[in-house]
């Protein structure tokens, strides 16, 4: 049990441990975490997307995407959400640097571009389910589009709530430089869904 | 404390970090986005055309994951944990392949019904 006490450098104890380690994201535990969870909901799409390729693979009668799709609808959506990736970027610099004005215009900017493109993809989910008939019971093609959609659409919810509570915080003046890391880690996922949509956009609409 | 003074440390390193320049990023990806439609429009053979589309999403992906996630200033044990899923999948979608491509469900009969709209309008 004693020698579970550490002796500080000093020679003096007890004492907090210390780390033998360096860390691999030194004072931001809460950015290595982001990357841990991302790595797994990476591993969720991506096996959504495996899984989508390989019943796709061989299946010659499977239905022509660019038919039941809008590419030219989706093509603005995808540019959409690129654009708030840069908006994101841009205001996590802004705090960064203490500038909270910048912060608050390019994170309202986010939040935006979050709507936008989740407004277009309801269209078109409206436009589907309602006028073309398909449902996620149709066949192997709807429901892999609605799945894989749906559960990005979600991620995508999840990010727009929590980049809006983080730009409510900047603009009541409770999110200072020093809480940077806060907006960093956001910023992780707002990203990694912005990488998951670019996948998605060329494997079920494109190819 | 230690922990407070490396926070700082940290703040001030990131900071200091040379920031990319992100609007070049962007005009990368807009240009690669353009790219990837006009592949898509252009109607090459489909070999072709899943090698392109494939390496042009993959270019947009190591850019975001670089520049926007900050990746390419991290420690580099950091791009393990981020490279991993892409090894996992990978190696998912070559198993499932040959399982699934023998499977009867998972083919669509020719005259399945898909929606309303008939497949040829």
Redesign the interface.
Known sequence: MSEAVALNSHGHGPAEIDQTEP??????SGK?GM??F??GD??TF??G???Y???R????????PA??LG?NTT?IM??IL??S??T???AL?GI??GNQSKFRNFMGLTVLGGIAFLGMQAMEWHH?IG????SIR?????ATFFILTGFHGLHVTGGVIYNGVLWIRGLMGKLP??K??LV?IA??YW??V??VW??I???VY?? | MSTQADAAQHMDAGAAHEEPNYIAVFIYLAILTGAELGVYALGFPTPIKIGLLVALAMAKAVLVALYFMHLAVENKTLWVIAGTPLVIVTFAYFMLCPDLSHRAWAHTPENQTVGIRPAGE
């Open positions: 860390s691999l994201t030194p004072g931001n290595l990357w841990i991302l790595a990476a591993m991506g096996c997307i495996a899984a390729g390989a019943l693979f061989r299946n010659v009668n499977w239905p022509d038919h039941w590419i093509a995808t540019f690129i654009c990736s840069v994101m970027v841009e610099s960064q640097h589907l006028e073309e008939g398909l149709t066949s192997l093609f709807s430089q020093s940077a890391n960093e910023g992780l990203h990694f912005d990488l670019i996948l956009f060329t494997f494109l190819i």
